[in-house]
């Protein structure tokens, strides 16, 4: 019986093309706990197929979660909240992410906030979601200080305090988190009630975010005139895929090329060799875990 790794690139599920995250999760999650799914993968340059056997975690969680467990209580909830070993049930994932955040969760806090700020199973409720984010943060949670930079930005919540909002932001891009490295390039960009500006740090904090995933910070880029992607850093993603030999030099050679239509072959983009805009975005979302083969409008 085989597993699946981190990195590695889920080509098909049982015979079936993984074109988005959704064909890859909806066989998965509707698998029964103990059954055995034949997935095709990317691994290492190489492709390969892996048997791998659908574990029954959730049935524990439940119990779990009634017995007081705070983390099972997350579990349960995010299971409510994307329909993903759970039916789905909203109203059920904000019950669960507040009892986790009153057992004490800081992530079951962070999650309740974000069902009340989108409307989640409950009646949105923005300022309350700023309120809760907020306190969330407060007890140096980084997921949560980079939304709460946004709240206090943006005045949802009606906290006036700029310099709040960058000392929130630089935490959590400080904690490596991409909403928070995206935050701290708008702030970088000038933000009024902070002094300065500084456009390249800007820039970096945007590439530092779009290599994570963060679609705004590509658009940023694109905006300000700056590519959306650089030599070097494609080339460590491919390696990091398996795609690529040689080392990240920044000069696209014959090796980079190859690499490059490999992965262009896989993700379902015509195979020219060149590192381009549509590209270089579908290899951050792959490497970002938020992508994995070409969607149809890509095709």
């Not at 007081?68 to 995010?78: I, K």
């Not at 009892?99 to 962070?110: F, V």
């Not at 928070?180 to 902070?194: D, K, P, Q, R, W």
């Not at 905006?223 to 690529?244: D, H, N």
């Amino acid at each position: 019986m085989g597993k699946l790794n981190r990195g590695d690139l889920i080509l098909e599920v049982d015979g079936t093309p993984v074109i988005d995250a959704n064909s890859l999760i909806a066989p998965v999650s509707a698998g029964a706990p103990g059954s055995r799914m034949l997935f095709r993968l990317l691994r290492d340059g190489g492709q390969i197929v892996v048997a791998a056997e659908l574990g029954g975690h959730l049935a524990g969680a439940t119990e779990r979660a009634e017995a007081g467990s705070a983390n099972d209580l997350v579990l349960v909830a995010s299971a409510y909240r994307t329909g993903y070993g759970a039916k789905q049930d909203l109203a059920q994932a904000v019950d669960h992410y507040r009892l986790a955040w009153e057992a004490g969760s800081l992530e079951g806090g962070y999650w309740l906030a974000r069902c009340y700020d989108q409307g989640w199973g409950v009646t949105q409720d923005r300022s309350g979601a700023a309120d809760l984010m907020r306190k969330v943060a407060d007890q140096n949670y980084p997921p949560a200080q980079a939304p709460t930079a946004f709240f206090i930005l943006t005045g949802i919540g009606g906290e006036d305090n700029p310099l709040l909002a960058l000392v929130c932001a630089d935490a959590a891009a400080t904690a490596d988190n991409a909403f928070g490295l995206y935050m701290m390039g708008y702030i970088s960009e000038g933000v009024e009630g902070i002094p300065g500006s500084d456009i390249e740090l800007a820039i970096g904090y945007y590439r530092r975010a779009a290599q994570r995933g963060i679609e705004g910070a590509l658009q940023n880029l694109e905006r300000l005139g700056e590519p959306v992607y650089i030599v070097a850093e494609v080339q460590t993603q491919l390696k990091r895929l398996g795609l690529y030999a040689g080392r990240p030099d920044g000069v696209v050679g014959s090796g980079t090329r190859r690499a490059i239509r490999t992965f262009e072959r896989l993700v379902g983009l015509p195979e020219t060799g060149e590192i381009g805009a549509v590209m270089a975005r579908r290899l951050t979302k792959v490497i970002a875990g938020t992508d994995y083969l070409a969607e149809p409008e890509d095709r």
